[in-house]
C-alpha cells in the first residue's frame, strides 16, 4: 500500500533552519505531483508548497515564499522541505501530500497523506 513518511520535524529557535523529508513507497513516485501542507493548533491545514512529478516546476505559499525550498529526488522516492529563517508562526504539524497529474494547492486534490511532522519555533 502507498506509505508518505515524513522526518526531520524538531524544535528550533526563530531565525534557525530545518530540512523536512517525505519517504515514498507503494506509488510509482515519477508519476505523483507532492506537496507540503502544515495545520497549527486550532487553525485549518493550509498549503506550504509543491512541487511536480518531475521537479521541474513549484508553487509556494505567499506566507513561506523567499524562505522555504521543496525538491525531490526520483532516485530515492523521497521529497524535502528546506525552511529557512523559521519563525513562530511557522510552528505546526507539517504533512507531505501525493497526487497524479499537475500540482495543485487544495488540500482536497491530494490523494495520499503522511502522518506529519511536528515542527516548533520558539521566539
Known amino acids: 500500500q502507498v506509505q508518505l513518511v515524513e522526518s526531520g520535524g524538531g524544535l528550533v529557535q526563530a531565525g534557525g533552519s530545518l530540512r523536512l523529508s517525505c519517504a515514498a513507497s507503494?506509488?510509482?513516485?515519477?508519476?505523483?505531483?507532492m506537496g507540503w501542507f502544515r495545520q497549527a493548533p486550532g487553525k485549518e491545514r493550509e498549503f506550504v508548497a509543491t512541487?511536480?512529478?518531475?521537479?521541474?516546476?513549484?508553487l509556494y505559499a505567499d506566507s513561506v515564499k523567499g524562505r522555504f525550498t521543496i525538491s525531490r529526488d526520483n532516485a530515492k522516492n523521497t521529497m524535502y522541505l528546506q525552511m529557512n529563517t523559521l519563525r513562530p508562526e511557522d510552528t505546526a504539524v507539517y504533512y507531505c501530500?501525493?497526487?497524479?497529474?499537475?500540482?495543485?494547492?487544495?488540500?482536497?486534490?491530494?490523494?495520499?497523506w503522511g502522518q506529519g511532522t511536528q515542527v516548533t519555533i520558539s521566539s
Open positions: 501530500a501525493g497526487k497524479r497529474g499537475a500540482v495543485n494547492p487544495l488540500r482536497r486534490s491530494y490523494d495520499y
Open positions: 507503494g506509488l510509482t513516485f515519477t508519476t505523483y505531483a
Open positions: 512541487i511536480t512529478a518531475s521537479g521541474g516546476n513549484t
